[in-house]
Nanobody, 132 residues
């Protein structure tokens, strides 16, 4: 029912930029936690960036100040703008989403960050290769 499709991957030289897109169908992004992950043959899957339904974002230290996650709720699409790419960014990138979890006590809090990852639905992945 829920389907995520990534696009925008490719091969670039170090210092270059790419913009990944993830189009969703089957649900609206209104109350959804969304994010991007990456995986290589040598390394376990790692979370790159997460964005909650209010637009608050959380980033892995390795991509802070270089990557920006954003979303367009009307289009049910999330994006990952990747600038100043490094060879170590080479990986298969996956978008993911989940119904956002919310704590109501003592105050309302959205659980959508690097410690509370969206892993219910996954895209097929798009390859990003950064050469030296």
């Amino acid at each position: 029912q829920v389907h995520l499709v990534e696009s925008g991957g490719g091969s670039v030289q170090a210092g270059g930029s790419l913009r990944l897109s993830c189009a969703a169908s089957g649900y609206a992004y209104t109350d959804v936690c969304m994010g991007w992950f990456r995986q290589t043959l040598e390394k376990e899957r790692e979370a790159v960036a997460v964005i909650d339904s209010d637009g608050n974002a959380d980033y892995a230290d390795s991509v802070k100040d270089r990557f920006t996650i954003s979303k367009d709720n009307a289009k049910n699409t999330q994006y990952l703008q990747m600038n100043n790419l490094k060879p170590e960014d080479t990986a298969m990138y996956f978008c993911a989403a989940a119904l956002e979890r919310v704590i109501l006590s003592p105050v309302r809090q959205r659980l959508c960050d690097l410690e509370n990852l969206p892993t219910d639905y996954w895209g097929q992945g798009t390859q990003v290769t950064v050469s030296s």
